[in-house]
């Protein structure tokens, strides 16, 4: 089923984890391009701080306290929205939070409450979204699900994370197919973000007597901001951030072998800092984090201004069109080669 959205500054957009990070960013992106937003996360001073920044200049913007992994917290999400709004046309689940450290010493209760945030706030989000956009008439909703690339393919380290966005992968897949079969007016997006520059590293809680952080190839939050605009206005299955995160789960599926080898040998360096991990009390796993900061304390050593692949999936025209032109000078470099070779005594 073909679906419409609305255009972008004529949207209501709900933003969850919206205090820090690719929410903070997102939020700021969309109040500047003419949407109204409605900030959702667990700092109250940094939500009210920025829905006070917005409207100072000049947009829309409404602020509600709410933890995700709580199912009438998130309906106080939607209500708020609609009575500020009268509606909204976009609901974006983006809060979220990590644990680095091994199976076995990760305590169940820390998987649990990661799992109420990064799986069921989905849930909740998704399923509020829905229920206001059955029977809409006029240009469709949208939900955008900020999944991740170790939703795709697990890394050392961060078992629950992963598991909690394989859970969301899957969530998303079927809710697609489901509401598709049936006819509900809406667009679903699931986002594939590769290494981006956060305070996820801060927020996160950790086993590792190191401090979490990205190393290797580090995306800005931006990018992702854009990712979750233009799928707000174009209805589009999947969006990879970084050419690393598609580039990796493809070699999964061919490698897999490898790809274990790969993360055996680097998947622990290339995850923590080379200093002492924080006091697990300044975590953001069981209360609010600090806020309104877009980025975080990674030591990466090639930082992107931007994603050129989501450049290319934001015009699939042109990337078929750059595949084709590609597979075109292969096979003419080929057939050159062999004529070449014919030729020879």
Known sequence: MSVKLCPLEEQVIVITGASSGIGLVTARMAAQRGAAVVLAARNEQ???????????AGGRAVHVVADVGREEDV????????????????WVNNAGVSI???VDQVSTQDMHRMFDTVYWGVVYGSRAALQHYRGRTGPAGAIVNVGSFFGDRAPS??????SAKFAVHGFTEAMRVEMAAEGVPV???????????????EHAQAYTGRQPAHRG??????????????AAAHPVRDLFIGGQSKALVVLSQVAPRLVDRV????????QVADRPSQDNDASALHHAGYGLHERGTHQGRWYRRRSYYLELEKHPAAAAAAALGTGAVLVGWSSARRALQATRP
């Open 75 to 90: 309906a106080r999400i939607a209500a708020t929205a609609v009575a500020e709004f009268g509606r909204f046309d976009t």
């Open 46 to 56: 940094a939500l009210a701080q920025l829905a006070q920044e917005i409207r100072n």
């Open 263 to 270: 993360m055996r040998t680097y998947g622990y360096s290339s």
């Open 217 to 230: 190839m580090i995306y800005p939050p931006q990018a992702v901001a854009e990712a979750i605009l233009h």
């Open 187 to 201: 667009s679903v997006t699931l986002l594939h973000p590769g290494r981006i520059d956060t305070p996820y590293n």
């Open 100 to 102: 680095f450290g091994q």
């Open 157 to 162: 380290l961060q078992s629950t994370y992963s």
